[in-house]
């Protein structure tokens, strides 16, 4: 299913239509509980996360919080690592008795938190999960519009976007983390490069947490592909690109899956960096008023935290929707009984600041939502579809 720009800013204008001012809550607080890599490999994005999650929670009390009570949530810090994520989430269902549960950042440990909600029949909305043919919890809901079929649509819509060039590539390098999500999107890349006839001049794979990429780079130079597909995530394309900067080579395409935004955009290196996203801090995208709110107020704070990147862009914005998803389960099931929530997300859908969003496909997976955006003028922009794209926005190739 394809959305139309009209459709999605209808959907997305309609989010959260909501009075701007609401009784004060009162009551018996509700408490929420998730885990986040507030330390570790993943911090650097998951610290976005954090601060678009306080945000909510202000703007969910300011809105009378949830059933008339007001809202409270608990994160603790799964330091990057899923086994860890497994335990707090235990803790936050069995010791913090939390009346709801938010999903963490990462594939693994959302993996594990998945596991843990499954067990004691708690929802479980997450917002980055990378893999969803492994998401067979019925009660579980993805802000990460990636489709049931990631591995073939991401690919496809990448290299379309490439195809509309003046010169699309014909040999492709992928080089990738063993990072689950990652790992099997570049896997992914490999099968449909290959239909569309693009010749594969390397394949690398490296262990999640290396930091030594200097071989890796010279064999990327060697092998001189038109196109550069990264399956990294955090810095690991950062130091990818740094270690072929000390050896004179830079591609000349490179997209990265899901890259640090601030380190990537700060990087000289970076530049025309190509990636995919849900969301960008640019028109259509912030023409309602929901998103052109949330923008405001997560720049103000971003650069009052000093994030590396200090707009909204897609880990923000799916984040944003994990939110919105869960804040929509319960007043629409006006409960929070897990089993009627879950039950009304399935049978209804949702509007968020990325579109309005179903949850009746496969694993609870809806559309394929993801665009692709590049670095440009220090900003990341969408490119591809053309109609999403940020004002007088084209892709660039060298």
């Not at 949830?66 to 860890?84: E, T, Y």
């Not at 900003?379 to 084209?394: D, I, Q, R, Y």
Request: charged share 20%.
């Amino acid at each position: 299913m394809t959305f139309s720009r009209r459709r999605i800013l209808a959907a997305a204008g309609a989010s959260l239509a909501l009075p701007a001012l609401a009784q004060a809550p009162s009551g018996q607080t509700i408490r929420i509980g998730s885990t986040l890599a507030l330390t570790g490999p993943l911090s650097a994005t998951a610290l976005t996360h954090k601060l678009v999650g306080e945000i909510y929670m202000e703007q969910l009390n300011k809105r009378g919080g949830l059933l008339g009570r007001p809202v409270q949530w608990i994160v603790k810090d799964d330091q990057s690592k899923p086994d860890l994520a497994r335990t707090l989430y235990e803790q936050l269902v069995t010791s913090d008795k939390v009346d709801l549960l938010m999903g963490p950042y990462a594939t693994g440990a959302i993996l594990s938190a998945m596991a843990v909600a499954q067990r004691y029949n708690k929802v479980l909305v997450h917002h980055t999960f990378g893999i969803p043919s492994l998401a067979k919890y019925d009660m579980q809901f993805p802000a990460w519009s990636l489709g049931p079929k990631p591995e073939e649509t991401v690919p496809a819509t990448l290299l379309d976007a490439l195809a509309s060039t003046r010169k699309p590539p014909k040999t492709i390098a992928v080089v990738t983390s063993k990072f689950p999500s990652v790992h099997f999107l570049s896997l992914g890349m490999r099968e449909v490069a290959k239909k569309r006839g693009l010749k594969e001049v390397l394949f690398l794979e490296w262990d999640f947490g290396n930091r030594d990429f200097g071989p890796i780079a010279a064999r990327v130079k060697d092998a001189k592909p038109d196109l550069l597909f990264i399956g990294d995530i955090g810095l690991e394309g950062n130091m990818l690109l740094d270690a072929m900067k000390k050896i004179d080579y830079a591609p000349p395409l490179h997209f990265h899956l899901y890259p640090a935004p601030g380190p990537m955009i700060k990087s000289p290196e970076g530049d025309k960096a190509l990636s995919v996203t849900i969301f960008e801090e640019h028109p259509p995208f912030t023409n309602s008023g929901t998103a052109a709110e949330f923008v405001k107020v997560f720049d103000e704070r971003a650069a009052a935290a000093n994030l590396p990147y200090a707009h909204v862009e897609v880990q923000a914005a799916a984040s944003y929707t994990a939110w919105q998803i869960l804040e929509a389960g319960v007043r629409g099931a006006n409960s929070l009984d897990d089993r009627k929530i879950a039950d009304f997300l399935k049978k209804n859908k949702v509007d968020t600041i990325q579109g309005r969003l179903r949850f009746n496909g496969p694993n609870n997976y809806g559309d394929d939502l993801m665009k692709i955006k590049q670095v440009q003028g220090g900003l990341w922009k969408v490119v591809w579809p053309t109609s999403f794209a940020a004002p007088g926005a084209t892709l660039q190739v060298q």
